[in-house]
């Protein structure tokens, strides 16, 4: 079985760049998270899919974040224009819903963002 | 808000050491609780859960876990480390608060010598 992936792996931009992070969860997974860690700092949610709907983007830092997950599959995660603050490491998850949050949530590599 | 403490962000041990690292968390009602592991190069991956039953749970590769309510606390332990056990080890807890999400500690930075 295919686990969470994400691309790319690693992207350096400029700032006032774009850039677009893909997940693509397990497949039949309806929960899907994005999470970011800043350089030393503590894995911080930014917010949670259930199937196509935002449960929860109380992470979200601001308005240059946007993020989607059309027809409940894959979720893509972008940023426009970047700043330097928003380098870290993007993580996304996924479990399966059982609506109790009694299931592990399986991770993706990450996807390393630099904005230079 | 949801919060969850590590107590220790670097951690030293030789090998066979014993190994305990603290989690408490800030949240009242009914909790699921983990604990992950990053490898050097690797994925997060799942360590050990909790989600009722035996407070004490054990995980893959020697580790176990214990949940005192009254204390908020879920710490992971380990009689005897070794050296292929160097990783960064998060905490983390799922709960209700209108939908679940799971929120995670700072990690610890463990480093076995060898």
């Known amino acids: 079985e295919a686990g969470v992936t994400q691309f790319p792996s690693h992207s350096v931009i400029e700032k006032g760049q774009t850039v677009t992070l893909r997940c693509d969860p397990i497949?039949?997974?309806?929960?899907l998270y994005w999470y970011r860690r800043v350089m030393g700092k503590e894995i911080k949610f930014l917010l949670h899919f259930v199937k196509e709907s935002k449960q929860d983007e109380s992470g979200m830092p601001n308005n240059r974040f946007l993020a989607e997950r059309t027809g409940g599959t894959y979720s893509t995660l972008k940023v426009q224009p970047a700043e330097l603050e928003d380098s870290g490491v993007y993580f996304c998850?996924?479990?399966?819903?059982?609506?109790?949050?009694?299931?592990?949530?399986?991770f993706g590599q990450g996807t390393r963002l630099t904005v230079v | 808000a949801q919060s969850v403490s590590q107590h220790n962000h670097h951690v030293i041990l030789s090998e066979a050491a014993s190994l305990e690292l603290g989690c408490n968390y800030s949240?009242?009602?009914?909790?699921?609780l983990f604990w992950y592991v990053q490898y050097p190069g690797q994925h997060l991956q799942l360590l050990l859960k909790?989600?009722?039953?035996?407070?004490l749970v054990k995980g893959i590769k020697g580790f176990e876990a214990e949940f005192i309510k009254s204390k908020f606390s879920f710490n992971l332990r380990k009689p005897s480390v070794q050296w292929s056990d160097t990783a960064e080890y998060f905490c983390a807890v799922n709960a209700n608060t209108g939908g679940f999400k799971t929120i995670f500690g700072a990690g610890t930075r463990l480093f076995v010598k060898a």
């Open positions: 909790y989600f009722s039953g035996d407070p």
């Open positions: 998850a996924s479990s399966l819903n059982r609506g109790q949050g009694d299931t592990e949530a399986f």
């Open positions: 949240y009242g009602g009914t909790v699921n």
């Open positions: 497949s039949g997974h309806d929960n």
